[in-house]
């Protein structure tokens, strides 16, 4: 059992930064893929980025490479989302999500989420 708390949400305006976190709690933290969601209002649950569990691969989705950066410190067991020149279509919930092995980019081979944490940008 893996539980995820994220944080760092907040309102930026465009061309801004925010950094997310998401604290983690159970055991053997580095031996999960963990990645980063988002769900804007009315449209489906996208993926943003995701890092295996020793944190040497990352993916991104082509419509945040360059800007985001998704890291996670297995000392602290805590997952990151770096945030840089952020648009107004970044407004969404992020969630973060772990699963045991692989990383991922569907959200339904993702067994543990976090409760979401609000990015609204502003135009």
């Known amino acids: 059992q893996v539980q995820l708390v994220e944080s760092g949400g907040g309102l930026v305006q465009t061309g801004g930064s925010l950094s997310l976190s998401c604290a983690a709690s159970?055991?053997?933290?580095?031996?999960?893929?963990m990645a980063w969601f988002r769900q804007a209002p009315g449209k489906e649950r996208e993926f943003v980025a995701a890092?295996?569990?020793?944190?040497?691969?990352?993916r991104h989705a082509d419509s945040v490479k360059g800007r985001f950066t998704i890291s996670r410190d297995n000392a602290k067991i805590t997952l990151y989302l770096q945030m840089n020149s952020l648009k107004p279509e970044d407004t969404a919930v992020y969630y973060c999500?772990?699963?045991?092995?692989?990383?991922?980019?569907?959200?339904?081979?993702?067994?543990?989420w976090g409760q979401g944490t609000q990015v609204t940008v502003s135009s």
């Open positions: 159970g055991r053997a933290f580095s031996s999960y893929a």
């Open positions: 890092i295996s569990g020793n944190g040497i691969r990352t």
């Open positions: 999500a772990a699963r045991p092995g692989l990383l991922n980019t569907s959200p339904g081979l993702y067994a543990y």
